[in-house]
């Protein structure tokens, strides 16, 4: 049985915040969406919030899921994170929060949580 990418990608994505929870941090909110982009998780640690984008490879060849989050993906990601911060009305200078990410490599099976990836 062959997964859609979507299913993929919510399989991944419970598997982050599994992992995510076991370090002590709780969820906020996944696949958070707005004109600006998508936030795959939204974690708190503390009073910090977690931006979390997920990310999963099965080939490493082009350089793995890390690879993945471009400079244009980071800027999408940090445009939701400022829409949803606004949204909440929580003052983007006031609110801690950093942007994480949690690659999947297939070919290892190996979970990277990269803090303040950006």
Aim: glycine fraction near 8%.
């Amino acid at each position: 049985m062959t997964l859609s990418s979507r299913q993929l990608g919510e399989a991944f994505e419970k598997k982050a915040i599994d992992y995510l929870r076991s370090q002590g941090l709780k969820l906020r909110t996944k696949n958070y969406g707005c004109r600006s982009g998508e936030l795959d998780l939204i974690m708190e640690s503390g009073s910090t919030l977690i931006f979390v984008e997920v990310r999963y490879r099965a080939s490493d060849s082009f350089g793995g899921a890390l690879a993945s989050v471009t400079p244009a993906k980071q800027q999408k990601i940090r445009r939701a994170a400022q829409f949803y911060l606004q949204q909440q009305g929580l003052n983007e200078h006031k609110q801690l929060y950093r942007f994480d990410v949690v690659a999947f490599s297939a070919q290892s099976g190996d979970i990277e949580w990269i803090q303040n990836a950006f």
